[in-house]
T-cell receptor, first 113, second 112 residues
C-alpha cells in the first residue's frame, strides 16, 4: 500500500519557469489537497478537490493551477515560478467523511531562484 | 472555520507521559477533533481523532472535555522519536467543508 506518492522530492526552478508537481494516491480517496509550508510555519491550503472533475481554491491559490481528471491523481501546476513560491509542498488525501484522517505525502522541496 | 489554541512549545522527559492541551471554545456539533504530528523534515502524520468520547489507539489517547471546548492528547510514554510539532485541528463532519486548516501547533521536545 503506497499511500500518497509525491514526485519529485526536490526541484530547483528559475524564475518564470513552469512545472508540475505530481501527487498520486492508491486508497480510492475522494478528497485530495495541496498545502505549502514555509520555514517555521504551519501548512497553508492551496487547492483541494472533492472528486474527479471538481476543484476549489484554498487559502493561498494565486500562482497555482490544479485539475482532477482521475480519482488517483491531483497534479499542481506552477505556470510562472516566482521566488515567493519557494517552499515545501505537501499533498494529502482522505475520505470525504470527517471521521477519517488525512494521509500526507512526503513532500516536494521547491526552490525558485 | 473553528479555531484551536495550543501552547507554542512543551518539554518532556523520555519515558514520562505527556499531556498536550488544545482549546477549541467555538467548536460546533459537526466538528471532529483531529490531531496530527510532523516530525522534522517529514509530512504530517495522522495521530488520532474523536468527536465526543475519549479515544485510544496504538499511538496515543485523546481526552475530550464534556463540553467539547477543550481536548488533550496523551502520549503515555514519550520517546525521543515523539519529538515533533503536534497540531490540533477541527474537521467538519464531511464534504467540501472538511478541509484541515493548520495552526502553528505545539513543538514538543523530549529530553533523554
Amino acid at each position: 500500500n503506497a499511500g500518497v506518492t509525491q514526485t519529485p522530492k526536490f526541484q530547483v526552478l528559475k524564475t518564470g519557469q513552469s512545472m508540475t508537481l505530481q501527487c498520486a494516491q492508491d486508497m480510492n480517496h475522494e478528497y485530495m489537497s495541496w498545502y505549502r509550508q514555509d520555514p517555521g510555519m504551519g501548512l497553508r491550503l492551496i487547492h483541494y478537490s472533492v472528486g474527479a472533475g471538481i476543484t476549489d481554491q484554498g487559502e493561498v491559490p494565486n500562482g497555482y493551477n490544479v485539475s482532477r481528471s482521475t480519482t488517483e491523481d491531483f497534479p499542481l501546476r506552477l505556470l510562472s515560478a516566482a521566488p515567493s513560491q519557494t517552499s515545501v509542498y505537501f499533498c494529502a488525501s482522505s475520505s470525504l467523511e470527517g471521521n477519517y484522517g488525512y494521509t500526507f505525502g512526503s513532500g516536494t522541496r521547491l526552490t525558485v531562484v | 472555520d473553528a479555531k484551536t489554541t495550543q501552547p507554542n512549545s512543551m518539554e518532556s522527559n523520555e519515558e514520562e507521559p505527556v499531556h498536550l492541551p488544545c482549546n477549541h471554545s467555538t467548536i460546533s456539533g459537526t466538528d471532529y477533533i483531529h490531531w496530527y504530528r510532523q516530525l522534522p523534515s517529514q509530512g504530517p502524520e495522522y495521530v488520532i481523532h474523536g468527536l465526543t468520547s475519549n479515544v485510544n489507539n496504538r499511538m496515543a489517547s485523546l481526552a475530550i472535555a464534556e463540553d467539547r471546548k477543550s481536548s488533550t492528547l496523551i502520549l503515555h510514554r514519550a520517546t525521543l522519536r515523539d519529538a515533533a510539532v503536534y497540531y490540533c485541528i477541527l474537521r467538519f463532519y464531511g464534504g467540501s467543508q472538511g478541509n484541515l486548516i493548520f495552526g502553528k501547533g505545539t513543538k514538543l521536545s523530549v529530553k533523554p
